[in-house]
Antibody, heavy 117, light 109 residues
Framework: QVQLVQSGAELKEPGASVKVSCKTS????????VTWVRQAPGQGLEWVGW????????NYAQSLQGRVTVTADTSTSTAYMELWSLRSDDTAVYYC??????????WGQGTLVTVSS | QTVVTQEPSLTVSPGGTVTLTCASS?????????PNWFQQKPGQTPRSLIY???NKHSWTPARFSGSLLGGKAALTLSGVQPEDEAEYYC?????????FGGGTKLTVL
């Protein structure tokens, strides 16, 4: 079955950066995009960004533009989301999600990123 | 900035029918917004239910259906079960970006 397995929880200080990985399996990684979504404690879902492993295209939420990068390593079928200049309001569970042609289907288990001094 | 609006909360009786809607500040929602719907229960990862307005995933129960209704995307639950109590989110695509709605908390009572 399709799997997206994310890296473990992170605790970061304000101003630092974090890189979350999303290891995929049991599907052709190159043929699908990877979307990143986050959810602050007790809040709703927020779209973070998207990467196309085949051609390297990327898009980001305007609210995070300039602080976030999403990448895809086709050699290891792994996607990454890096966020820097972390603030307390970046504390959230970050999810990677598979998508293709506007179809969003399989979700990773989520990675809790806590920003605190 | 596009704002996507959902009902904050709805209540339905077991066995009943309820429709959740998803509106966009950019205007009427069309199939070109490729609406997706998700269910999230407390402490769990979201689960995809509907894609491209009305298509179900292989795991989506038959009682869930998606449509366009009065300029909005809509998710209808028919024959609601107690286990359908959850938060529901819509996701719309516009101008190369995706936007989530704020979520609807569905109570089955």
């Amino acid at each position: 079955q399709v799997q997206l397995v994310q890296s473990g929880a992170e605790l970061k200080e304000p101003g630092a950066s974090v890189k979350v990985s999303c290891k995929t399996s049991n599907y052709n990684f190159i043929n699908y995009g990877v979307t990143w979504v986050r959810q602050a404690p007790g809040q709703g879902l927020e779209w973070v960004g998207w990467a196309n492993p085949k051609n390297g295209d990327r898009n980001y939420a305007q609210s995070l533009q300039g602080r976030v990068t999403v990448t895809a390593d086709t050699s290891t079928s792994t996607a990454y989301m890096e966020l820097w200049s972390l603030r307390s309001d970046d504390t959230a569970v970050y999810y990677c999600v598979r998508d293709i042609d506007w179809v969003v289907d399989h979700w990773g288990q989520g990675t809790l990123v806590t920003v605190s001094s | 900035q596009t704002v996507v609006t959902q009902e904050p909360s709805l209540t339905v009786s077991p066995g009943g029918t309820v429709t959740l809607t998803c509106a966009s500040s950019t205007g009427a929602v069309t199939s070109g917004y490729y609406p997706n719907w998700f269910q999230q229960k407390p402490g769990q990862t979201p689960r995809s239910l509907i894609y491209r307005t009305s298509n179900k995933h292989s795991w989506t129960p038959a009682r869930f259906s998606g449509s366009l209704l009065g300029g909005k995307a809509a998710l209808t639950l028919s024959g609601v079960q107690p286990e359908d109590e959850a938060e529901y989110y819509c996701l719309l695509y516009y101008d190369g970006l995706w936007f989530f709605g704020g979520g609807t908390k569905l109570t089955v009572l």
